[in-house]
């Protein structure tokens, strides 16, 4: 099993640190699978996340000038890890004016990710800073745990308000209650409510746009008969849905969200070269 | 003027030196004290530093709004005054007490150091940043080729939960290198961080002076008015201290001492022992981490004295709180009396009785906590 990967490009290396970023502040721990194309950050739906799980993918081609690996197996060619991507936040995060950042997968005490930072220096040869980062390898038996969650029987799509401003609401909503209802309809209408017994809170968005699925007899004739007015909602717990706002430091390309009533709450925030989905489960 | 602190294991010893020209004022009346032969020279006595801190708390305000600081005490009265005149007439006046105590004081040889090296406090800051804040230890490792800083590690670490960082760094981004012998030295960063963020905002650069593992190191800054040093014990291996010359040379088996830091000896006497966490500071009444046959000149040489403060209740086990009391206390000394000078000069006249000491001795305003640890 080996990985290899460079990147050497800021503006890559930024990017990638952002998105680690985010990560982190979603996850403790998380998976981290690669294959030959892709990297993926895998959080699966266990109890002890409170059944909120999350999907990232990147193509690796998109940050890294170098990236080599050799799975476990030829016909699996791909590996598994556990780590804390906190860690990996925090080697990447002294890397901003970095020359090159390489990551090497090692195995001198225990499994390590390796991040060396060659950093510029006064002198004539350079700054390196190397953090190791512990890894879990995970076995194959394990790898059927994370498999890409599919996109659930969705009763509304829609997509979010700016993220700022949702963020500064779901915030402020903290403070006054442990869960939050997520409401939209068909007709671009989004309200975020708490209640509690001495307040209740609502804001209304509107005019947001749903995004058009194509059912799988490739015709939307699912939505046609539909109520556009009715609101789907679901209770979730506020902290994942702040958590997951405040992650975002930049504005996605597309952010949307799918609601079954009741059951699951699903987020799609699309930038250009990766995609997060995150799901929180409602509260009974 | 000198502070000076110790933490509560012996293992950190800061020390800062203030010129009495860093002052606008200074003025020292020599009290003698009827039943002793010789005039009393300094004043040493401590403070807790709880209690100095909140005089000297919000840098940012202190500038806009203290004119003036002065210091002051007399021999009898048990309290040292600071008074803060502040704009539109307000006084701040806050009367400390302490207690007298015996000098502390650190012995170190710095030019007995065969590893010397100098560097801006900008590089040091950049260093220490890949360290999590939380990262009590680190090592420092040098050749003649190579200097590397990286987190501590012993034979129990637990590797696959520990992620641990380590920084190389060419000789050539030195100021001055000197490495005298390869040496792997252990200290804690907590303790250090003050003069850090210190020399940083005096943008000084920072000299260290080492030798091997087990033996002190100091990170020392100066400038024309002051002079800070923080003296760190190092980790030592047994295996080494056990081979080294001095071990022969320690008179008696020194037991534990104190009830943090505990110093646990190894069978021959080795009065370096096998250092937990702290070290070698003191041992037993015996100052012998600091101890080093060599003249010092006064008054900026650590001179030896014989403390046996330390083994009796004078001096209870304090926390350690150096690296505030720099980044708070010596700072703001530093802005202030320069803001001051800047104002109109008004004769102190009255105002003020005996003071600090004089140049060539020193008043020690030894900051200590008295809290039990």
Redesign the interface.
């Known amino acids: 099993m080996r990985f290899r990967a460079r990147i050497v490009d800021l503006a890559c290396l930024n990017h990638f640190s952002r998105i680690i970023n985010t990560i982190a502040k979603l996850a403790k721990t998380c998976i981290l699978r690669l294959t030959v194309c892709k990297l993926y950050f895998i959080l699966s739906d266990k109890v002890a996340n409170g059944g909120a799980s999350m999907w990232c993918e990147l193509s690796q081609g998109n940050f890294f000038d170098e990236f080599q690996m050799e799975g476990v197996a030829a016909e699996r060619n791909e590996i598994y890890l556990e780590l804390v991507p906190e ?1 990996l936040s ?2 990447l995060k ?1 890397a901003q004016n970095a020359k090159a950042v390489k990551i090497k997968l090692t195995n ?3 499994p ?1 990710l390796r991040v060396a930072v060659e950093l510029p ?5 350079s ?8 890894v ?1 390898v995970v076995p194959r038996r394990m790898w059927n745990d994370f498999r890409e969650p599919s996109v659930p029987d969705f009763d509304v799509s829609i997509y979010l308000p700016v993220l700022k401003t949702m963020k500064s609401v779901v915030e402020r909503m903290k403070n006054l209650s442990n869960c939050i209802v997520i409401e939209a309809n068909l007709s671009g209408e989004m309200n975020l409510k708490i209640e509690t017994d001495l307040v209740s809170v609502t804001t209304h968005f509107k005019d947001l746009g749903n995004p058009p699925w194509a059912s799988e007899d490739g015709c939307q004739s699912s939505l046609q008969g539909r109520d556009l007015e009715s609101m789907a909602e679901a209770c979730i717990d506020i902290k994942k849905l702040q958590q997951l706002l405040a992650g975002q430091q930049v504005n996605p390309t597309k952010a949307l969200c799918n609601i079954v009533r009741k059951r699951i709450v699903h987020f799609i925030l699309l930038h250009e070269e990766v995609s997060l989905q995150y799901f929180i489960p409602a509260i009974a | 003027l000198a502070l000076r602190s110790v933490n509560s294991s012996r293992s950190a010893y800061a020390c800062v030196f203030f010129s009495s020209m860093f002052f606008q004022h200074y003025c020292w009346t020599t009290v003698s004290q009827p039943c002793s032969k010789e005039k009393q020279f300094s004043l040493p006595c401590k403070l807790i530093i709880k209690s100095v801190l909140p005089v000297f708390r919000c840098v940012n305000v202190m500038e806009k709004n203290v004119e003036k600081c002065s210091i002051s005490t007399n021999a009898s009265a048990h309290h040292i005054t600071f008074q803060l005149l502040c704009r539109h007439g307000v006084v701040k006046t806050y009367n400390l007490t302490f207690q007298e105590c015996d000098p502390l004081q650190a012995v170190f040889a710095k030019h007995m150091c065969p590893n010397i090296l100098k560097v801006h406090s900008r ?1 040091l800051a950049d260093v220490m ?2 360290f ?1 804040s939380s990262q009590e230890e680190i090592t420092l490792s040098v050749t003649p080729v190579k200097v590397c800083f990286k987190s501590y590690t012993e034979e129990d670490t637990d ?12 000789p ?2 030195f100021d001055y290198f000197q490495v005298g012998v390869d040496s792997e030295v252990t200290f804690c960063l907590k303790e250090l961080r003050g003069l850090l963020a210190f020399s940083e905002a005096m943008s000084v650069p920072v000299s260290i002076h080492f030798d091997r593992c087990g033996k002190p190191i100091a990170f020392s800054t100066e400038d024309l008015l002051l002079e800070a040093s923080f003296i760190l014990a190092t980790l030592c291996e047994a295996e080494e201290a056990a081979a080294s010359p001095e071990a022969a040379r320690c008179p008696r088996p020194c037991g534990r001492y104190g009830a943090e830091g505990a110093l646990r000896c190894s069978g021959t006497c080795n009065h370096r022992g096998q250092a937990q966490r702290s070290s070698p500071a003191t041992t037993g009444g015996r100052r012998e981490l600091f101890v080093r046959a060599a003249a010092f000149s006064r008054p900026r040489g650590l001179r030896l004295k014989s403390s046996k403060s330390f083994t009796n209740n004078k001096c209870p086990n304090f926390v350690s709180q150096n690296s505030y009391l720099y980044k708070y206390c010596v700072f703001q000394f530093h802005s202030l009396f320069f803001g001051a000078v800047s104002y109109k000069k008004e004769a102190f006249g009255g105002t003020l009785q005996s003071l600090a000491t004089a140049s060539d001795t020193e008043e020690e305003l030894g900051a200590l906590h008295g809290s039990p640890v």
């Open positions: 860690n925090r080697a002294t001198k005490h225990c390590c220096s006064l002198s004539s040869s700054r390196i800073v190397t953090h190791d980062i512990p879990g | 590089l940043i890949h999590p590797f696959s939960r520990t992620m641990l960082t380590e920084i190389q760094l060419s050539e981004e």
